[in-house]
């Protein structure tokens, strides 16, 4: 079995969970998770969990994403993107600055109505599964945060950004938020995610690529070791004699720290986030995360990921 972290280039026309489907059949295993839904219709970064690594799918679905999204405004569909019905039309009477303005006033805290056409469940159904009976029913605001967003280009209907955004951010949702407070409606008309926390864009492959490098025997060249995802937590390597309770999933006292090395002074801890430790055993291999408690002297298993 394959453990590790791949970052597919989702391509248009495909779900996040075809892609999965797909990649159990390039790989041969089921043990395949991703980290955050793409709709069909958008494309880019879709770092996937392989084995062991599936405990991390929660994990990095919530980090913070980036995004490059072309705004078409004058136009609101049920959908919210350009793919559905259309709703309103209106005429765009904005000045580039007037728009440039209206986009940036969503940096900072944003409550914002979640869209019919989505896995969002409410009252144990998934949105789209009513929206698609023709029903539309109220959905609470969720909080989120947009820390920044950058406008790449203004060509009037259209508008073309980049934003940086809290989990559970729908951009056709901002679009249409957007849209709304120019006055004229919105919708989106293309979207690709450029970074997951530290996938990015540049290093994504497709899943032709993917067959390629199984086909070739060189895939291990494109998979992430699980441990390379948190340079931000210090790392501990337990004694010899400590290994009966390491291996068993039991806490550890200090006294069994063989030694301790610091994190990688280019990472910053993401927001929100306990203090924890990599731990490794005294060869090296990495056996997972555990908080510690200074009071207690001890170290407390959080995830692990070797087989008990």
Same mark, same amino acid.
């Given at each position: 079995?394959?453990?590790?972290?791949?970052?597919?280039?989702?391509?248009?026309?495909?779900?996040?969970?075809?892609?999965?489907?797909?990649?159990?059949?390039?790989?041969?295993q089921?043990?395949? $998770?991703?980290?955050?839904?793409?709709?069909?219709?958008?494309k880019?970064?879709?770092?996937?969990?392989? @084995?062991?690594?599936?405990?991390?799918?929660?994990? !990095? /679905?919530?980090?913070?994403?980036?995004?490059?999204?072309?705004?078409?405004?004058?136009?609101?569909?049920?959908?919210?993107?350009?793919?559905?019905?259309?709703?309103?039309?209106?005429e765009? =009477?904005?000045?580039?600055?007037?728009?440039?303005?209206?986009?940036?006033?969503?940096?900072?805290?944003?409550?914002?109505?979640?869209?019919?056409?989505?896995?969002?469940?409410?009252?144990?159904?998934?949105?789209?599964?009513?929206?698609?009976?023709?029903?539309? !029913?109220?959905?609470?605001?969720?909080?989120?945060?947009i820390?920044?967003? &950058? !406008?790449?280009?203004? &060509?009037?209907?259209?508008?073309?950004?980049?934003?940086?955004?809290?989990?559970?951010?729908?951009?056709? =949702?901002?679009?249409?938020?957007? $849209?709304?407070?120019? @006055?004229?409606? @919105?919708?989106?008309?293309?979207?690709?995610?450029?970074?997951? =926390?530290?996938? =990015?864009?540049?290093d994504?492959?497709? %899943?032709s690529?993917?067959?390629?490098?199984?086909?070739? $025997?060189?895939?291990?060249?494109?998979?992430?070791?699980?441990?390379?995802?948190?340079?931000?937590?210090?790392?501990?390597?337990?004694? /010899?004699?400590?290994?009966?309770?390491?291996?068993?999933?039991?806490?550890?006292?200090?006294?069994?720290?063989?030694?301790?090395?610091?994190?990688?002074?280019?990472?910053?801890?993401?927001?929100?986030?306990?203090?924890?430790?990599?731990?490794?055993?005294q060869?090296?291999?990495?056996? @997972?995360?555990?908080? /510690?408690?200074?009071?207690? /002297? !001890?170290?407390?298993?959080?995830? %692990?990921?070797?087989? %008990?």
């Open positions: 079995m394959i453990n590790g972290l791949i970052n597919i280039y989702k391509e248009e026309g495909f779900t996040s969970h075809d892609v999965v489907a797909k990649l159990r059949g390039i790989l041969g089921k043990k395949i $998770g991703h980290t955050g839904t793409l709709d069909p219709g958008a880019g970064v879709l770092p996937v969990c392989l @084995g062991k690594a599936t405990k991390l799918c929660d994990m !990095i /679905g919530n980090w913070d994403k980036t995004y490059r999204a072309t705004l078409l405004l004058g136009r609101e569909t049920d959908t919210e993107d350009i793919f559905g019905q259309v709703v309103r039309r209106e765009v =009477s904005l000045s580039e600055t007037g728009i440039t303005g209206i986009i940036s006033s969503f940096v900072g805290i944003y409550d914002q109505v979640p869209p019919m056409y989505s896995a969002k469940k409410v009252g144990g159904k998934k949105l789209y599964e009513l929206a698609r009976k023709g029903m539309e !029913i109220e959905r609470k605001p969720c909080r989120l945060m820390s920044d967003i &950058r !406008i790449l280009a203004v &060509r009037l209907p259209y508008v073309e950004f980049e934003v940086t955004c809290s989990k559970g951010t729908y951009i056709r =949702s901002l679009c249409r938020d957007i $849209g709304r407070k120019a @006055g004229c409606g @919105g919708c989106m008309a293309s979207l690709i995610r450029t970074r997951v =926390s530290d996938f =990015s864009l540049e994504a492959i497709t %899943l690529h993917v067959e390629t490098l199984m086909k070739e $025997g060189v895939l291990d060249s494109v998979i992430r070791p699980i441990d390379s995802l948190f340079p931000f937590y210090p790392s501990v390597y337990i004694k /010899g004699e400590g290994r009966s309770l390491l291996m068993n999933g039991n806490p550890l006292a200090l006294r069994y720290v063989d030694r301790e090395t610091g994190p990688d002074p280019a990472s910053a801890i993401p927001d929100g986030m306990p203090e924890r430790y990599r731990v490794y055993d060869e090296g291999h990495f056996i @997972g995360l555990y908080t /510690g408690d200074e009071e207690r /002297g !001890i170290l407390s298993p959080d995830k %692990l990921f070797f087989d %008990l």
